[in-house]
């Protein structure tokens, strides 16, 4: 509480020397060369576009941190309601553009570097990307802090300090598959991040767990491993505001470095385990996607960050000075999917061992405290924990998680009686061997609310993951916040002559309609004039020359940018049908190889583009990257074909990547099989910069057509209700693919006869397809195909095009993650906004 009073010497001395955010060139130049000189040791004659970054990094971070500290200052004083974001997964990107943007000082820092003979193009292509997360989940938490901070809520990010963020993705030239390379994002030091080596607190595994028997359910836990976590701060800049948010993250340590005693006696392997063993959990991101493995060191990443988090939480709230009782009026903690559910058996450790309040009470407290948002509806990507793993692992946790149970049990028993098969299915433990613990059934009793990612996935969470819990709980603890982008970095940023062309078309300054994107809508006045019609297409022209150009570099190849560009982008997985897509694409090959000359100059120009990672052991998604790439190599050198079609697959998606592909993207492909999505966001993103949208009737893609209107996108396929039938008639009544869709066995077999090379490798790939067909493509195909037609003949039509182009940008002020976080704050967490003044 020090900052109340100045601590030492002359106050006038102190506030004298203090400085704000830099806003002359001439400030940002001198801490440009300050840190050339100083921080970074470096001489100016030899200075590269690495250095120029480094150092323009240090010169915009001072500036963060001065808005950072009197942030904080600011809310532990006023001490208002808290909102806590527990993610596992925090896909940043780049920071220095947008930091530079979020301080108002890009153009002053983009002219001091040029004046320093930098151009801020290649300054900040320098910056590493941090890639803490697998996909749209750890995007999505990224977004949501950049709403936050630019909302002005008091709302922190917890996460961990992987030392390697999500694999660097290799394209073997011999055979065109997956190759997984490290990514030591850290090695050149991260200016973003801020040690506080003074915040840190122990964590414990293992040991025992015994019960004090005296009435109050308390029981003491010892012995095991000891590890330290330490506090890395990332500031959290918000749009327009000086509020400057943060996102601490934990880093694992041992608590003794060696065991001298080992060590002396010379059993070196001994001494260097337990620090090892230590340093390992935050070592690297788990690359699963939509699986889980019951892997104990993902256990362990689990328990340190949730331990961690709640500690440092506890340790601000009392501060403060309130009875315990009122711990959920001041904190509120929202859970990103299953992951960080141990925090709820942890805060009741805390309560009820620590802080000696009584179960009920501390139930209480629990429950009103935790909200958990579900991210998908795939059966394997539920997490389960072995009943005997938590038990070696955390064994107090354990007796708590049981003592839970048995109190549910009685209420659902109260409720239902003699319902056994209920019990069963709403247990939070499943039978077995081992018996499993569902972490999905245990963030639902004890969250007060439950939130699915759009309408359609909340409906299904509703319906077919949670139906038991609805008839108990009632309906309205569970409910929808559709996911959002922020504008921020997925237009302003990525596309800035578009945002350009609409803060003129507009008319109004450009950080009010990045502050309020319904502000969009003012381009539908304007969708006739063929001025802005041109602009637009020039825009969009201008966005495609900057990939092909990218394109180029990287493969040698022309492309073509007067061409349709096609894109389909995210993780690869067999529910997001990348397949269909590269079977359309053969089956567009094949049509144009059978053409004349003369008949092929008919048809509409397109270059194709994929990119995401598999993961690692994922050997059907692992093949269809192999696919994609020998199909690109043919097609791509074929000379009758090749202006008219080309394929290519970009290795290491990332965001800096999507970054340059989404503004250059005329159609985005979104194309999950009905009801396995659950939202997607790059479909916002593609939107945003007026990609039109080719998919299913699934996750987000219903209300981004209810905004711009159905004939503004490119619907097909089966809808999800008919998704389970058609299932059980493969299962039970299969009929050959030949004889239900003849096109797209023509191009199955196409592929078997090995004309993209292979020699039978892909016939794993191919019988998902022939047998089973769990993600119904036999049924979808011929849709597909129509839909991509009607694609290539409105794309014919230019003006019609760029008009639906310019609506659907204008219908994007609901996918604004500025919307979701407000959806948050009022409906579940009861946070307010302050304004850190001037
Ligand atoms: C994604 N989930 C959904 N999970 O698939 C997507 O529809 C949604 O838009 C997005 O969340 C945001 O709500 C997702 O990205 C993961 O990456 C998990 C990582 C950890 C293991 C399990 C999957």
Redesign the pocket.
């Known amino acids: 509480r020090g900052e109340e009073k100045w601590p030492r010497g002359d106050q006038k001395t102190w506030t004298s020397s203090m400085r704000n955010v830099f806003t002359e060139t001439s400030d940002v130049t001198k801490s440009i060369v300050n840190h050339v000189q100083t921080s970074l040791a470096r001489a100016p004659y030899n200075l590269d576009d690495f250095g120029a970054y480094q150092a323009a990094a240090l010169a915009t971070r001072d500036n963060l941190i001065v808005n950072w500290n009197e942030t904080q200052i600011h809310f532990t004083r006023k001490q208002p309601k808290r909102a806590y974001y527990l993610s596992l997964?925090f896909l940043m990107g780049r920071t220095l553009s947008n930091a530079l943007l979020n301080l108002g000082i890009q153009p002053q820092t983009e002219q001091s570097l040029s004046s320093l003979g930098f151009s801020i193009e290649d300054v900040l292509v320098q910056e590493r990307d941090a890639a803490l997360g697998?996909?749209?989940?750890?995007r999505?938490a990224a977004c949501y802090l950049d709403s936050s901070a630019t909302q002005e809520l008091p709302v922190w990010g917890y996460g961990l300090r992987y030392k390697y963020g999500i694999f660097m993705q290799l394209i073997k030239e011999e055979d065109g598959s997956q190759l997984e390379a490290p990514d030591p994002w850290l090695e050149h030091q991260n200016p973003w991040e801020l040690p506080r080596l003074d915040v840190v607190y122990e964590v414990r595994f293992y040991g025992s767990s015994e019960r004090l028997n005296d009435g109050s359910g308390r029981a003491v836990w010892s012995g095991g491993q000891e590890v330290l976590a330490v506090a890395y701060d990332v500031m959290i800049p918000g749009y327009g505001t000086r509020n400057t948010n943060n996102l601490r993250l934990w880093e694992s340590k041992p608590k003794r470095g060696f065991d001298l005693q080992s060590f002396n006696a010379g059993d070196y392997e001994h001494a260097v385990e337990a620090s090892n063993s230590a340093a390992a959990i935050t070592s690297v991101l788990y690359p699963?996607?939509?699986t889980t493995f019951g892997k104990e060191l993902r256990l362990k990443q689990q328990y340190f960050w949730t331990a961690a988090s709640l500690a440092d939480m506890m340790r601000r709230f009392k501060n403060m000075d309130k009875p315990i009782n009122e711990f959920a009026e001041y904190n509120a903690i929202q859970l990103n999917?299953t992951h960080p559910t141990l925090a709820i058996v942890e805060l009741m450790r805390m309560l009820v061992d620590e802080e000696d309040v009584p179960w009920s009470q501390a139930w209480t407290i629990v429950t009103n405290t935790f909200f958990f948002t579900n991210?998908?509806v795939l059966p394997e990507?539920l997490e389960k924990w072995p009943v005997p793993l938590m038990q070696h692992l955390l064994p107090r946790h354990l007796q708590i998680i049981f003592d839970i149970v048995r109190r549910f049990f009685l209420s659902v028993e109260k409720k239902f009686p003699g319902d056994v098969a209920r019990l069963a299915r709403m247990s939070l433990i499943e039978e077995g061997f081992p018996q499993q613990i569902r972490m999905a059934n245990l963030a639902v009793v004890a969250s007060r609310k439950v939130n699915g990612?759009a309408e359609l996935h909340s409906e299904l969470v509703r319906k077919n993951l949670f139906p038991d819990f609805v008839e108990f709980f009632g309906k309205s603890k569970f409910s929808n916040v559709t996911?959002g982008v922020t504008p921020r970095r997925w237009l302003d940023q990525c596309n800035p002559a578009l945002s350009q062309l609409i803060t003129d078309t507009l008319k109004l300054p450009r950080d009010v309609w990045l502050k309020d994107l319904y502000k969009l809508e003012g381009l539908l006045q304007h969708v006739d004039d063929p001025k802005l019609q041109k602009s637009w297409a020039a825009v969009k022209r201008q966005n495609k020359e900057r990939l092909a150009h990218f394109v180029e570099q990287m493969f040698g190849l022309k492309v073509d940018a007067s061409a349709m560009f096609d894109v389909q982008i995210k993780r690869l997985h067999e529910y997001k049908r990348q397949t269909l897509n590269i079977l359309g694409v053969i089956y567009r090959y094949l049509l144009l190889k059978n053409m004349t000359p003369e008949e092929r100059k008919k048809v509409n120009k397109k270059v194709v583009f994929f990119a995401g990672k598999a993961a690692p052991g994922y050997y059907v998604a692992k093949l269809t990257i192999r696919l994609i790439v020998n199909v690109s190599r043919v097609i791509n050198a074929d000379p009758d074909t090749n202006q008219y079609l080309s394929l290519f697959f970009l290795p290491d998606y990332s965001v800096s990547l999507a970054e340059v592909l989404i503004p250059a993207a005329d159609i985005s492909q979104q194309i999950s099989t009905a009801g396995t999505?659950?939202?997607?966001?790059s479909n916002m993103k593609f939107c945003l910069s007026g990609g039109l949208l080719l998919g299913t009737v699934d996750?987000a893609n219903i209300e981004i057509a209810e905004e711009v209107g159905e004939d503004n996108v490119f619907f097909f396929g089966h809808l999800t209700p008919d998704v389970d039938k058609l299932r059980y008639e493969h299962t039970y009544h299969p009929v050959p693919v030949e004889q239900k869709c003849p096109e797209l066995a023509k191009v199955l077999d196409a592929v078997s006869s090995n004309i993209f090379g292979g020699n039978g490798v892909y016939e794993p790939l191919l019988n998902t397809v022939r047998q089973g067909d769990y993600y119904i493509l036999t049924d979808d195909f011929d849709s597909y195909i129509r839909a991509v037609e009607m694609v290539d003949e409105a794309y014919q039509d230019q003006t019609e095009w760029i008009k639906k182009s310019i609506r659907t940008t204008a219908k994007m002020g609901k996918f604004s993650s500025d919307r979701a976080i407000q959806d948050y704050a009022q409906e579940y967490w009861n946070i307010e906004s302050s304004r850190v003044s001037e």
Not at 134 to 138: A, M, Q, R, V
Not at 677 to 681: D, L, N, P
């Open positions: 997964e697998n996909g749209g989940l750890g999505l699963n996607d939509h999917d991210h998908t990507a990612v996911n999505e659950a939202s997607g966001t996750g």
